[in-house]
Structure formats: structure tokens, C-alpha cells
């Protein structure tokens, strides 16, 4: 009777145990994806990775169980977020299996690290293990970092643009980001401004310039500025009238050569 008990509770907690993993690896899906599925949905998914793992306890082979966790995965993802084309499917599943690399990778750091000593080239355990409350309490933080991060990069990415210029007999092509803070126009017809740090351009003092004034929160200043011949927005559009602000200081932003002004692409759409 005892035994019989105690391996009832044993059971109880792997499924609650892995289904609150796969709660938050839904949610985590569905918010990265904005895929806005139902909690209702979400735990409908959950249950299913939930009891999925007494299949541990099924005589199966290496090769049939892998097969069998990733039927799994696939029904967890129609049943949370249903199958609308063949894009939206794979896109759900591919987020998944993201979302428990970096679990789970981070889970086993955080193992080992905690668990095991090094001596050389040599790891044994050394009588600790971390808490199975403690990895339920960490897994939300690490997966909330990681959502951060994902959408600052998806954020990033969908910003960036490859531009061509001409400048008089000069040809330019640049690393461009869009930047929704960089409203700086010119004081006459009001004609967009793009930023370059000013050793892009070259035969500087042979071109004819403007003077704009700039403000920003720590100053105002004047801000040299010269007429692009031709300025392509690669894949989007060709502009005109688009003046290049010369900044005296390289853009702080690792692999960008200018700043976008938001209005050259509001007038492209």
C-alpha cells in the first residue's frame, strides 16, 4: 500500500512537473509569435506534453520514442494554435523547439554548474542537486530574457535596410536603420535628413553643403548637411530631394553605416 502511494505521488509530480515546462513553453510561442492562443488552449497543449511522458514507462526503442515526442510537439502545436497553412505550422513548431534548446540548455548549465565539481579535465557530483522548485522558479526568468531578447532582435532586423547613393561622381552603398527618433529636416522645404558619420563621404571639402540646426538632449549645434544625386532604398524605393546630415561622430550602432528617416519610407508605401 505504501509503495503503491508513493509511486502514485511520484507520478503526479513528473506530470505536473513537465506540464507546467510546457505551459510555459506555449506561452512563450504564442507571445514571441503573437499568436494570441486561448489559456484554455494553452493548457489543452500542456496536458497532452504532460502525460506524454509515461511513455517513458513503454517498452520502446530509442528511435520509436524520439518519433513519439515528436508526434507529441506536433499535436501540442494544432491543438494550441490549430494549422492554418503549411508557413504558420512549421513557423509554430521551429519557435518550440527554440524556446526548450534554451530552456533546456540553460537548466543543464545551471545543473552542472551547481551539482558537479571540476578537478582538471574531471567532473564528479558532489552530493548537491538543485531543486526541482527552483528550476520551475528559473525557468520563466530564463525564458523571459530570452523573449526580450528575440523580439529586440526581431525589432532590429525588420529595421534594416541596404541603401545606394550618388553623390555627385561619388557611389555609396550603406547599412541603413530605420530610426523612428530621427526626425531632423531641413528649416526650408522641410526635405528628410539621413545620418552618416562624415568620414563615409568622400572629397568632403570639394561638395557644397547647408547648415541645419540640430538639438539634442544634451545640445544644439549645426550640422553640416549635402544633397544625395540619387538615394535607393534597396528593394523599397528611390527617393528625392534627400540631404545627408554629416555627423561628427561614428553611429555607436555595431554594423550600421546611417540612420533612416522615417519619412522616406511613409512616402514609399
Not at 30 to 59: M, Q, V, W
Not at 160 to 184: C, H, M, P
Not at 244 to 264: A, N
Request: net charge positive; hydrophobic share 50%; aromatic share 16%.
Amino acid at each position: 500500500m505504501f509503495l503503491g502511494d508513493a509511486m502514485k505521488l511520484y507520478l503526479d509530480l513528473i506530470f505536473l512537473i513537465n506540464f507546467g515546462f510546457d505551459f510555459i513553453l506555449l506561452l512563450v510561442v504564442s507571445y514571441l509569435l503573437r499568436r494570441n492562443a486561448s489559456i484554455k488552449r494553452i493548457c489543452f497543449g500542456a496536458f497532452l506534453g504532460g502525460i506524454s511522458i509515461f511513455s517513458l514507462f513503454l517498452p520502446m526503442t530509442t528511435i520509436s520514442l524520439f518519433l513519439f515526442k515528436v508526434l507529441i510537439s506536433i499535436l501540442m502545436i494544432v491543438i494550441t494554435f490549430s494549422y492554418k497553412n503549411r508557413k504558420y505550422f512549421f513557423q509554430n513548431v521551429f519557435y518550440l523547439y527554440s524556446a526548450s534548446m534554451i530552456l533546456g540548455g540553460f537548466l543543464y548549465f545551471l545543473n552542472v554548474q551547481f551539482s558537479y565539481k571540476q578537478q582538471g579535465i574531471i567532473f564528479f557530483h558532489n552530493g548537491l542537486s538543485i531543486n526541482v522548485i527552483f528550476l520551475i522558479l528559473t525557468s520563466p526568468i530564463i525564458l523571459y530574457v530570452y523573449v526580450k531578447q528575440g523580439i529586440r532582435l526581431k525589432t532590429f532586423y525588420s529595421n534594416l535596410y541596404t541603401v545606394k547613393i550618388q553623390i555627385q561622381q561619388q557611389s555609396y552603398e550603406w547599412k541603413a536603420f530605420l530610426d523612428t527618433g530621427n526626425r531632423l529636416t531641413d528649416p526650408y522645404f522641410h526635405r528628410p535628413i539621413v545620418l552618416v558619420y562624415k568620414d563615409k563621404i568622400r572629397d568632403l571639402e570639394n561638395l557644397e553643403y547647408i547648415l541645419v540646426p540640430m538639438h539634442t538632449i544634451e545640445k544644439s549645434a549645426m550640422i553640416k548637411c549635402i544633397r544625395a544625386d540619387v538615394f535607393t532604398i534597396v528593394g523599397n524605393c528611390s527617393c528625392k530631394d534627400v540631404w545627408i546630415g554629416l555627423c561628427d561622430h561614428p553611429i555607436t550602432m555595431e554594423g550600421i553605416d546611417c540612420l533612416l528617416h522615417p519619412k522616406l519610407l511613409e512616402e514609399s508605401i
